[in-house]
């Protein structure tokens, strides 16, 4: 079975504060997502990464970087966390071959900025 | 712009009956349709797809049917079981990395 896991579940930030949100898969997909969960608004794309040390940017970048430097890992940064980026994210794995397939989710992990 | 809607945000059925989810899109260049079931402080966890050149897919108690000149997809399941309850999300994609996800519909099955 897939296994995508996020590092921390539930996370409490101050404003301002560098968050790392780290995601580990162990299945060898070349591709994985960053995405955030808002009641309403559905998932939206934050990053793709569609290689080692490649990344394209998604719906709603802003505020958010990201880094990989392994195939199995990939890591979503916030600069300076803001109140606005309260929220639960997701990231998702899938093979790249053919460019459609299913995307396998970890958990997510809930972040609350103060 | 909601290239994909699920206009229903929550529906409630019986135990045993089938569950209607429906989702409507806009982009005529989407391919490939997926289907996922989300539980409170969970991941979406996959269901089922369809690809554009089909109109069904069935796995099990999970059938999505594709209309495409309506540009309607739905989810049915039956019967549904009170496990089910939970929040469904359709997705769309044209072949590319962009997965454009709906709102989701709040699924209730009552015992």
């Known amino acids: 079975d897939v296994k995508v896991t996020q590092s921390s579940r539930y996370l409490v930030k101050r404003t301002g504060e560098k968050v790392f949100l780290e995601c580990v898969q162990d299945?060898?997909?070349?591709?994985m997502f960053w995405y955030r969960q808002d009641p309403g608004l559905g998932l939206r794309l934050i990053y793709f990464?569609?290689?080692?040390?490649?990344?394209e940017k998604g719906d709603i970048p802003e505020g958010y970087s990201v880094s990989r430097e392994k195939k199995e890992r990939f890591s979503l940064i916030l600069e300076s966390a803001s109140t606005n980026q309260t929220s639960m994210y997701l990231c998702?794995?899938?093979?790249?071959?053919?460019?459609?397939?299913?995307?396998?989710f970890g958990e997510g992990s809930r972040l609350t900025v103060l | 712009d909601q290239q994909v809607k699920q206009n229903s945000p929550s529906l409630s059925v019986q135990e045993g009956r089938i569950s209607i989810l429906n989702c409507d899109y806009t982009?005529?260049?989407?391919?490939?349709f997926l289907w996922y079931k989300k539980y409170p402080a969970e991941g979406p966890t996959f269901l089922i797809s369809?690809?554009?050149?089909?109109d069904k897919n069935e796995d099990g108690r999970f059938t999505v049917f594709l209309n495409k000149s309506a540009k309607h997809l739905s989810l049915h399941i039956v019967p549904s079981q009170p496990g089910d309850s939970a929040v469904y999300f359709c997705?769309?994609?044209?072949?590319?990395?962009?997965?454009?996800f709906g709102t989701g519909t709040r699924l209730k099955v009552l015992a």
């Open positions: 990464s569609y290689d080692v040390k490649m990344k």
């Open positions: 369809i690809s554009s050149i089909k």
């Open positions: 998702a794995s899938r093979f790249s071959a053919g460019l459609t397939g299913e995307l396998f």
């Open positions: 299945m060898d997909h070349e591709n």
């Open positions: 982009n005529s260049m989407f391919d490939y």
């Open positions: 997705a769309a994609t044209s072949g590319t990395y962009k997965y454009i």
